[in-house]
């Protein structure tokens, strides 16, 4: 069983709302014997970011539904996250300033849709096209802070080009459909991954 000493430790008035419930969810799995006290914070870790990023997708859904472009949004997360876990890229240091960003960034696929209806197909393309070689050329970035090991570089190189790619034909599918407002969402997202794997070259160069 998991001691009261161990618990107080780790607690304090500064304790971030996250971490405090995953260490109670995990002091109760320990306690309950569902796992082994040993990978107490193993789980911890796993339970806190499982907290981070439900909030951060029901952030991003009240957004969607605020703005009346839920769609978009969904369109975007699905886009962005499938692509960007392999990938990589910048990381913001901080959770508050990575939640920030986050939202933050919503308005570009909530809106490119219809500041982008004047804008001729050509520049799209090329900007497409352009973002897509970033893409398929620099995955993955690695953190500075988790290094990847020549097989974990090539595996994870083939599957963002594979995600890539059959991002580019439901691109294309959406663009022959017309709907517009789901392209520009997914295509957004393309062009933010490009941006942050860019950032996050120089910044690892810069640090190793």
Request: charged share 15%.
């Amino acid at each position: 069983m998991v001691q009261k000493g161990y618990e107080n430790s780790k607690g304090g008035d500064g304790m971030k709302v996250e971490t405090a419930v995953a260490e109670k969810i995990t002091i109760k799995l320990v306690n309950s014997g569902v796992i082994s006290e040993i990978d107490t914070e193993l789980y911890k870790y796993g339970i806190e970011n499982g907290i981070i990023i439900t909030g951060n997708l029901l952030a991003s859904f009240l957004f969607g539904l605020i703005t009346g472009r839920l769609g978009n949004i969904l369109v975007f997360l699905f886009f962005y996250g499938t692509l960007r876990s392999y990938s990589g890229g910048l990381h913001c240091k901080g959770r508050k300033e990575c939640f920030l960003l986050s939202i933050i960034i919503l308005f570009i696929p909530a809106y490119l849709g219809d500041m982008a209806i004047n804008i001729p197909l050509m520049p799209v393309i090329i900007c497409g096209v352009v973002a897509v070689t970033m893409i398929l050329g620099l995955s993955p970035v690695e953190s500075v802070n988790k290094p990847l090991d020549e097989e974990e570089r090539k595996y994870y190189k083939r599957i963002s080009r594979c995600i890539a790619e059959w991002q580019i034909c439901v691109l294309v599918m959406f663009y022959c459909l017309d709907m517009l407002n789901y392209f520009y969402a997914g295509y957004s997202s393309l062009l933010l991954v490009a941006i942050f794997l860019i950032i996050g070259k120089i910044v690892t160069k810069h640090y190793t």
